[in-house]
Structures are given as C-alpha cells and as structure tokens.
C-alpha cells in the first residue's frame, strides 16, 4: 500500500514538472508580469530581465539560473544584423507559435524572432539552460545553444561558424570588445573595434592542429576543443589547469567576461550557500601583458594602465590623468589638461618649462604608439626632448634608448622592468597664462610619483588642516550668532538667504575688478566672502533702468532662493540697498558651456554626455519637482555654468516666469535669445514650460556636434548654416557621422548618437503639444524609453 502510494505521488509529481517545463503553442510572457518558463527542476527560467540594475523601462529576453541569489543571466535574445542585445520597452510581449518565438513591443511590432524552418509543435526550457523548440517528432528545430551570446553551459558544443562576444560591461549587455571564435580549426580569443566586428590580432589561441570541428563543454564540467577524429585540445595556460568536478554539488559556466577573458565559474547549487561565483581557470593568464596590438584600446581603453590583481584584470589612471567615465574604470582615462602646441604656445608666450613637468614614474610600461625612438639619449636629454615637442605625451627612457609617444596612449601595463616614464603634467593652468584659455579638470593622484609627499609633510599638512578647521570653525560659529537683516519681500522670506550690504560686496570684489561675463540685465564679478557655505563666488550686479532692474531682482530671488539641486546655480545671498541690487551666486571655476563647447578642441564625447544629463536633470527639476514650476525661458550654452568637477548648472534665472502650483501656462511678453526662442513666442498666445524644451533640443544639437546653432559659414556651405535643418537632414540621410566630423568617441556609441539626435529633433517641433515634456526627454536621453521616428519639425520652415 506505501508503495502505490509512493507511485502515485511520483506520477503526480513528474506530471506536475511537465507541465512547468513544456511551453505550449500561443503562450506568452509580458515585461509586466513576473512569470518565467522554467526548467524541470526550477535550476533556469525563460523570460524577461531589466537590462539593467537602473532601468525599469527596458528588458531583454533571456535565460537565468533561477535558484541563486544573484540570477545570473547567461544567455539573451540579440539582434541578428548587429549581434547587438534586443531592447524590449515595458509592455512588450514574447509569444510562442507555430512560427517560433516572437517578441513584440507594445504597438505589437515585431522586434526580435527566432524562426526555425520547420513548424514549432512546442518549446522547453531544460535543467541544462537550454531552450529548445521542438516539431512533432519532438526533434529540436531551434535552440538557445546553438545561438549563444557570451557564455557556454556544460552539455553545450560551440560549433566552427560560432562565436562568444563579451557584454560591454559587467551591467551592460551591449556587444563588447571581445570576442571568442574558430579560424582555420583552431579557437581563437581576438580584440574587436569596437563598435564594429572587425577583429584585431589574436591575444590568445587553442591550438587544435588546425583541425578543431567544435569547442565542447562536457556534463562533468571540463572544456576543451575536439577534433572529427575525437582528439581532445584543452586550453593551455598556467592558469588552466586540470580539476576534479562535481556537477552534483555545483553550477560550472564559462564566461568571455567583458574584460576580454575567458573564465570558467563554479557556484554551489546549496540555495543558502552565499559565497556566489568562484573563479576555477581561465585564460589567458595575464590579459593586460597578451594584447600586443599597435590598434585598438587594450582590455582597459586608452589612457590606462591594466594590472592584475585578485585573479582579475583592474585598470589605473597615469598621473595627471582621470577616468573618462568615474563610474566605468575599464572606460579608459583622459588627461587633466590641454597639451598645447605651435601657434597656442607662442601666444601665450610662455616656455615649455612654465606650462608642463615631467615627473618620472617607474613600474609601467606603454610597449606601443611611438612615433620617435631616439639614442643614446640620456635621462636629461630623454625629458627635455618630450618637454619641448608638443606632441609628446609620455617619453620612456630604457637604457640609453628614448621612446616618444602621443595620445592616446594604448595597452599601457604595469611593467617590472627598470624603464623610467616621463609623464607630461600641466603645473600652469591656462587660465593664468590666458584668461580667455578654457579651464581644465583637476590633477588626479599620482600612485607612481618619486616626488609624493614624505611622511614629515603629511604631518605638517594634517596639523595645518587641523588649525585651519579650528579657525574655520570658530568663523563659522562667529557668522551664525551675528544677527542678519531680514529681507522685507515676502517672496524673499523662505529663503533664508545672506544679506549683503553694497559695500561689503564692493570690498569682497576688489572694487568690482575681475569681470566674469555679462548675462542678462548686468555684470558678473569675482569675489571672495566669508559665507558660511562657500568661499569664492560670483556676484551679478544689476545695471539697467530701475523699473527692470527692481523686476529683474525679485523674479531671480524668487525663482532660484527656493530652489535647490545639483544642477542649478546655488544663489548665496543679495544686497538690496537703496538704488543697489546685487545677487550672489556660487562660483563656476570652470566658466560657461559655451567657453568649452566653442572653443579652441571639442570637449570629449562622455564629458558632452555629462552636461546633457546635468543639464536634463535641472529643466525636469524646474518643471515637475519644484513646488512652484518655473520656466526659465533663456536656455543657452551661456547660461549654462560648469564647475569645478565639470559638473553643469543651469544659471540666469532674470528672465525665469514663476508659475503658480495649479498653473501650466502664461502669457508674457518675448523672452530669450534668438536661435533658441520656441515659435510660440511669435505668435502671443500662451506658452507653457514646452518652450524650454525647445531651447533644450536646440542645445542638445549644439553639445552634440560642437558648433552654434546658427554660424557663418564659407560659400558653398550654406546648406549647415543654420544647425537645426542641417541636423535633421544628415540624420534623414543617414550622414550622422558629419555631424560629429568623425569623432571616433561619438561614433564609439553610435546608439546613443542617433538617439540623442531624434530626441533633438523631437523637442524642436513646432507644436509644442508634439515636443515631450523633461522627464520624458530624460527617460529618453537615459535609454530607458524608446525614441520613435520624429517626423519633420515644421518649425524649419517658419522661423
């Protein structure tokens, strides 16, 4: 009796796993939901994933181990004419039928397939990871195996006409810059260039004897590449070495990581275990020394230098230098100054010995990108001459030999040789040499410097800081028991702002000396308080008739004295005595957004990225979280200020209309700036917080291709003359390239680029009801809303 019960309940229980493993015709999943098709014994699930750990807004079909902690995803849906990830917004739905697996987006456009060439009868995820469509002979017509993205699962062969390609990074599951595949019967681990799938020089290779038919990952867990005659070639590497497995006690995977390494994982199949994944082999063992390319960015992207520590690649900035992206430390790096050359030097008449040092660095090493050797040479000779050439960077000194080389440089490593590495620093900001010169981000650390601070001048320096952080104290305590004078404006009220009297702000500018710029309605001057929050800052001294000047005071108190976010201009304090009226704001160390996008060299592509986002986040602020909307009603590169940590700011709220809370629009006269004024404002009807949308499309453009809205140009080049049609040309006729003149680093992020430029032309509609409003704009700019098709802005042809 116990044993047909026992029968009983197995049947029911293998029943019971059929019915969860089985995927029958016309069943769906949405991104709305949170159900998955899994596998037998729940070891993987089919479904959607967020693309990443910031978005809620896009997923990605894929496969995961479904009964760890970190579920992680080990294959997913990509596009076949780009081997890019496929982007599902929320909404989207994927469907099994008899033609195979469809993905659909929310209008019920299809956006990814996996159509076999036989008629599906029904799908399975299996405990192996593999999804399988299967025909009425239960024959396997597709499978996720045979399209794999950048991981191998045991029981998974990797035929001669696969591949591997790596994510982007870590989170981001964008193809990378590495890729695994068959050449000529051997396995090959290649560089790409990246965003292309042009491969550079091999960094690794299985040697199969030139007869490899697949790359096979067993049950019990073991990798190697087989011959037809069933000769095995494992991978070979003082980091590859022979283990005894369990596949009962543990997941195995083997993983082209985004770094350019491939690694084989073990996880304990334990669900309570908490160690995660542990590294058991892999190769090459040293990536940041195997890349011997002249081309291309090394495992670490150009400007670093690649170490291994922990079993894992990790990358440095050189002295001098900062990462381009702080939050990707294989994004590559970017010096902390503009070299200057030829023409720029002599003008501002200064030697090569004012402007750069060369601090020696050892235990590195840049093996490639010379463009001079030089010898004998001595340590002296080596140093002076990249000190005095203009396009030297770095200058390595080996034995009596010299090597000059030029950004960027590539395939930097830490080296244990005895070479020593001058490498060029700015010790005379520009700004000191030529006011008009652009400033320059900060000098990072320096890991590597002979000159570092000794042990004696730390303890001088702490104790000064202790002193100073006293003193500091004691002013500070000083400024808070002193009694203010209360602002009588009940606008000014709530803002608990420092009132100045004229003349001490006369006193902190030295007279009103050092002009910073003239934005609307006055002068901007340089001064230095003794305020509580801040040090240096900048104070605007209103100068027109009194009427305006009076309008002017109290529309920007009351605008910015309420607000407060990273991306606005923090107001500190006021004079407003007798005929005076003065403003005083933070100081912007590092001027305008127009210094820098109009300037001498094009500011790089992430940094352009920044101030976009920056700015984006400061118009969604103004217009949806405050709790009186404003509408600036002047965004311009002008307006837009950049401080020390290259942070941008939106400033020169004078022309800002405060809206009530229960208000979305308001009639006033024409404000703004020519090029950047919505076409509402021509008509005298009301305009609403859309037309700093407008401003923000026309800005956009600008950040994105480096050029003013509306510039002179030679004969024979009107057609760009004007920015707005210019662009929406080039991106109808696919030539989105000249809009950027080819920069490599915009056209590295080639999405992104043809994004951004359809959101610009989306905010440039002549309607404003076509034109999205700012959090729409910044969903859009962040990746998490899919940017439609913008039609043509009418607006081209009426202004």
């Known amino acids: 009796m116990a044993a047909l019960t026992l029968l009983i309940l197995t049947l029911v229980f293998l029943q019971v796993l059929l019915v969860v493993a089985n995927v029958n015709l016309n069943s769906t999943l949405t991104t709305n939901d949170n159900d998955a098709w899994l596998s037998p014994l729940g070891d993987f699930a089919f479904g959607f994933r967020p693309l990443n ?7 990605m079909v894929a496969i995961w181990y479904n009964k760890i902690p970190d579920m ?19 909404g989207s739905q994927v469907q099994l039928t008899s033609q195979g697996l469809t993905l659909t987006n ?7 397939t996996a159509q076999p060439n036989a008629v599906v009868s029904n799908g399975t995820m299996l405990d192996t990871g593999n999804f399988v469509l299967l025909n009425n002979n239960s024959t396997s017509v597709w499978e996720s195996f045979k399209n794999p993205t950048d991981t191998l699962l045991p029981n998974q062969s990797l035929e001669t006409d696969g591949k591997l390609t790596c994510r982007f990074t870590e989170t981001n599951y964008t193809r990378g810059r590495f890729q695994l595949y068959f050449q000529n019967g051997d396995v090959f681990l290649k560089p790409l260039s990246w965003p292309s799938e042009f491969r550079y020089d091999p960094y690794y290779k299985i040697d199969a004897a030139a007869s490899a038919s697949q790359l096979v990952f067993d049950e019990s867990g073991n ?3 087989e011959t037809t005659n069933g000769t095995r070639f494992q991978p070979q590497s003082p980091k590859w070495v022979d283990l005894t497995l369990d596949p009962k006690e543990n997941y195995y995977r083997a993983t082209l990581d985004f770094h350019g390494v491939f690694t084989q994982y073990a996880h304990s199949r334990n669900s309570s275990a908490q160690q995660g994944w542990s590294i058991l082999r892999y190769v090459p063992s040293n990536i940041c020394n195997s890349i011997n390319n002249e081309m291309g960015s090394g495992t670490c992207w150009y400007n670093s230098i690649c170490s291994m520590e922990n079993q894992r690649p990790t990358c440095k900035c050189p002295y001098g230098y900062s990462l381009v992206d702080p939050n990707n430390a294989f994004g590559g790096c970017q010096p902390n100054f503009t070299l200057v050359c030829g023409a720029d030097v002599e003008g501002l008449q200064a030697r090569p010995e004012e402007l750069y040092d060369l601090p020696i660095s050892i235990g590195m090493n840049f ?3 010379d463009y001079e050797r030089i010898e004998p040479y001595t340590q002296d000779e080596c140093k002076q001459s990249c000190l005095h050439d203009c396009m030297c960077a770095v200058a390595i000194l080996g034995g009596s030999t010299c090597w000059k080389k030029r950004l960027p440089l590539i395939n930097g490593r830490v080296d244990a040789g005895n070479q020593l590495v001058f490498i060029k620093t700015r010790i005379t900001p520009l700004s000191k040499l030529d006011p008009g010169a652009k400033q320059e981000l900060p000098t990072g650390p320096d890991s590597n410097n002979e000159d570092r601070a000794k042990p004696i001048l730390r303890g001088s320096l702490i104790g000064s800081l202790v ?4 003193l500091l104290a004691t002013v500070v305590l000083i400024l808070l028991l002193k009694p203010k004078r209360i602002v009588q404006a009940s606008s000014l009220l709530e803002t608990n702002l420092h009132s100045f009297t004229y003349e001490a702000l006369k006193v902190a500018t030295w007279g009103f000396k050092e002009e910073l710029g003239r934005g609307s309605f006055g002068i901007v001057y340089k001064g230095k308080v003794e305020a509580a929050s801040c040090d240096v800052v900048a104070v605007k001294k209103l100068d027109r008739l009194a009427q305006e000047r009076e309008k002017e005071f109290k529309t920007e108190l009351s605008a910015i004295g309420k607000t407060c976010h990273k991306n606005l201009v923090r107001l500190i304090g006021f004079c407003d005595e007798g005929i005076h009226r003065l403003i005083v704001y933070e100081f912007m160390s590092n001027g305008t957004l127009a210094d820098i996008l109009f300037g001498q060299a094009n500011p790089i592509w992430n940094l352009r990225v920044r101030f976009a986002l920056d700015i984006a986040r400061g118009l969604v602020y103004l217009h949806e979280e405050c709790d009186t909307p404003i509408i600036h009603c002047d965004i311009k590169p002008q307006n837009i200020l950049i401080d020390e940590h290259f942070t941008a700011k939106i400033s020169d709220f004078g022309l800002a209309k405060l809206l009530l809370s229960d208000q979305s629009r308001t009639n006033t006269m024409i404000r703004g700036t020519r090029g950047y004024v919505a076409p509402e404002w021509f008509k005298n009807v009301p305009v609403t917080v859309k037309v700093d949308v407008y401003s923000f499309g026309v800005m956009l453009l600008e950040i994105i291709c480096c050029r003013k809205s509306v510039q002179l140009t030679e004969s024979g080049e009107e057609e760009s003359a004007i920015l707005i049609d210019w662009a929406y ?25 043809q994004s951004w430029i359809k959101i610009a032309i989306w905010c440039i509609q002549e309607h404003h009801e076509m034109r999205p409003t700012m959090g729409k704009v910044m969903q859009m700019l962040q990746g998490s809303v899919e940017v439609p098709k913008p039609p043509l802005p009418s607006s081209f042809n009426s202004i």
């Open 72 to 90: 992680t995803v080990v294959w997913n849906a990509k596009a076949a004419d780009d081997n890019n990830v496929v982007k599902a917004p929320t």
């Open 367 to 369: 093996p490639f990108g």
């Open 53 to 59: 750990d910031t978005s809620t807004s896009l997923f």
């Open 106 to 112: 929310p209008n019920g456009e299809s956006i990814w």
């Open 729 to 753: 040309d080039c991106y109808i006729e696919k030539r989105i390239d000249v809009l950027v003149e080819n920069d490599p680093e915009a056209l590295a992020d080639i999405g992104r680029l």
């Open 223 to 225: 990798i190697y590449a």
């Open 467 to 470: 002193l100073n952080s006293i």
